[in-house]
């Protein structure tokens, strides 16, 4: 029998968690967060990730172990539907935080107030024939409560946290506001650039890189993160993830024999990623009758893809090309991922290449097309580099992909 010692209890939790709670859920990235820290000390940083790899509970830790030289504040930017309310929730989130004095808030809520008044008034009215009130533009806003943060932090670093900035930008754009998108990047960029102790952290399951191609086709040509490299979040390794899948088993008393041996077949099957690992256990605790052995477990996933169900939502994946990808990029897209879905140690890009043009919607694409389409999809996690060969991230999405797409050449 498995010592159980080893594990400490611990229920599955899929809902948001903060600062005060981090440390009791968030397991193994005790490293990944130090790392982090000693990164934004050195200067501004993108944190990055495909979706489900846990960038937001490990922010979250992150600011709970915040070392004696940073003032960090944590923003999320992902229901915000304005630049200007931008500003205006930002500083609600520092003044409840105390970052800024409650006259500087004052101010600003006085101002987003007048921006409501006059949207409303404008709307269903002709411009050239309305008088409209001069408003403080809310980029020079946005400089003046940085400029706040930073003098409340005096000889610590400030850091602001973006999370989800990219699903904002996106929002922007798709409200023909790419002018605010623009200044937003721009702004946020110089403010680092004005303040040496002043760090931004950006975050979002959605890459910046597919937000700047689109403002690039509509003429944009600056570069707003080129002095902030990645900070890439990888899986757990193999311990650590046998070690959460085991607390996990534990805390849902899943019956096992050897719990060790379960935790790590667990991880294996999850791709070690923390939220596939809890949707594994979480299958295992609504099936009581089944007596769990390795094998078993490493079905699981199969068992998922033909429920029908999609309970750890994988079909975002697929999906998400549609939302987010030009439209004549998502064809091809599919193409290489329905290639690749086909072998778990990848394919050189020639023969990629070749099988791609095979496929009935990119019979025309040329290498070029293909090979800036596999550079997109690395952009965006889908895909890495090994050896001379492209292959699937996270062998847990190949087998999702091969299930529902590749196997068929759809």
Same mark, same amino acid.
């Given at each position: 029998?498995t010592?159980?010692k080893?594990?400490k209890?611990l229920k599955?939790?899929?809902?948001?968690i903060?600062?005060?709670?981090?440390?009791?859920?968030?397991?193994g990235?005790?490293?990944?967060?130090?790392?982090l820290w000693?990164?934004?000390?050195s200067?501004s940083v993108?944190?990055?990730?495909?979706r489900?790899m846990?960038?937001?509970w490990?922010l979250?830790?992150?600011l709970?172990r915040?070392?004696?030289?940073?003032v960090?504040?944590?923003f999320?930017?992902?229901?915000?539907?304005?630049?200007?309310?931008?500003v205006w929730?930002l500083?609600?989130?520092?003044?409840?935080?105390?970052?800024i004095?409650d006259e500087?808030y004052?101010i600003i809520?006085k101002?987003?107030d007048?921006?409501?008044?006059l949207?409303?008034r404008?709307?269903g009215?002709t411009?050239?024939?309305?008088?409209?009130?001069?408003?403080?533009?809310?980029?020079?806003?946005?400089?003046?409560?940085c400029r706040?943060?930073?003098?409340?932090?005096k000889?610590?670093?400030?850091?602001l946290?973006? *999370?989800?900035? +990219? /699903?904002?930008?996106?929002? &922007?754009?798709?409200a023909n506001?790419?002018d605010?998108a623009?200044? =937003? !990047?721009d702004t946020l960029?110089?403010l680092?650039?004005k303040?040496?102790?002043?760090?931004?952290?950006?975050?979002g399951?959605?890459?910046?890189h597919?937000?700047?191609g689109?403002?690039r086709e509509?003429?944009?040509?600056?570069?707003?993160?080129n *002095?902030?490299? +990645? /900070?890439?979040?990888?899986? &757990?390794?193999?311990?650590?993830?046998?070690y959460?899948?085991g607390c =996990? !088993?534990?805390?849902?008393?899943?019956p096992c024999k050897?719990?060790?041996?379960?935790a790590q077949?667990?991880?294996?099957s999850?791709?070690?990623?923390?939220?596939?690992i809890?949707?594994?256990?979480?299958?295992m605790?609504?099936?009581k009758?089944?007596?769990?052995?390795e094998?078993?477990?490493?079905l699981?996933?199969?068992e998922w893809?033909?429920s029908g169900?999609?309970?750890?939502?994988?079909?975002y994946?697929?999906?998400?090309?549609?939302?987010?990808?030009?439209l004549?990029?998502?064809?091809?897209a599919?193409?290489?991922?329905?290639?690749?879905?086909?072998?778990?140690?990848?394919?050189?890009l020639?023969?990629?290449?070749?099988?791609?043009?095979h496929?009935?919607?990119?019979?025309?694409a040329?290498?070029g097309?293909?090979s800036?389409?596999?550079?997109?999809?690395r952009?965006?996690h889908?895909?890495i580099?090994?050896?001379?060969?492209?292959k699937f991230?996270?062998?847990?999405?190949?087998?999702?992909?091969?299930?529902?797409?590749g196997q068929y050449g759809a």
């Open positions: 029998m010592d159980t080893k594990y209890p599955i939790r899929f809902a948001n903060d600062e005060k709670n981090s440390a009791k859920f968030v397991i990235r005790d490293g990944c967060v130090s790392a000693n990164d934004i000390r200067g993108r944190v990055l990730s495909e489900r846990g960038k937001t490990l979250q830790l992150a709970a915040k070392p004696e030289w940073a960090p504040i944590y999320d930017a992902q229901d915000i539907n304005s630049a200007p309310e931008f929730r500083n609600k989130e520092m003044n409840e935080k105390k970052f004095s500087w004052e809520n101002w987003f007048s921006f409501r008044r949207l409303q404008l709307q009215k411009v050239a024939s309305y008088a409209i009130p001069e408003i403080d533009p809310w980029n020079s806003l946005l400089s003046d409560t706040h943060f930073v003098e409340h932090s000889n610590q670093i400030s850091v946290i973006i *999370d989800e900035l +990219p /699903f904002h930008l996106d929002k &922007l754009m798709k506001a790419h605010d623009i200044q =937003l !990047l960029r110089s680092r650039h303040f040496p102790s002043f760090r931004i952290v950006l975050c399951s959605l890459g910046l597919i937000v700047l689109e403002l509509k003429g944009y040509s600056g570069e707003p993160v *002095d902030m490299p +990645p /900070f890439e979040v990888p899986p &757990l390794d193999p311990e650590q993830s046998r959460l899948a =996990l !088993l534990l805390g849902e008393k899943i050897d719990i060790d041996v379960i077949s667990i991880g294996e999850s791709s070690n990623v923390p939220f596939y809890q949707h594994l256990v979480r299958w605790r609504d099936r009758d089944v007596q769990w052995d094998k078993k477990v490493g699981i996933p199969e893809f033909e169900t999609d309970p750890a939502q994988i079909s994946y697929n999906n998400r090309l549609d939302e987010y990808y030009p004549d990029i998502v064809d091809k599919r193409s290489v991922l329905d290639v690749l879905s086909s072998r778990q140690e990848g394919m050189d020639r023969k990629i290449i070749n099988l791609v043009r496929h009935p919607k990119t019979i025309t040329d290498a097309q293909i800036k389409v596999i550079e997109i999809l952009d965006d889908y895909i580099a090994h050896d001379g060969k492209w991230k996270l062998e847990i999405i190949r087998k999702w992909w091969w299930n529902s797409r």
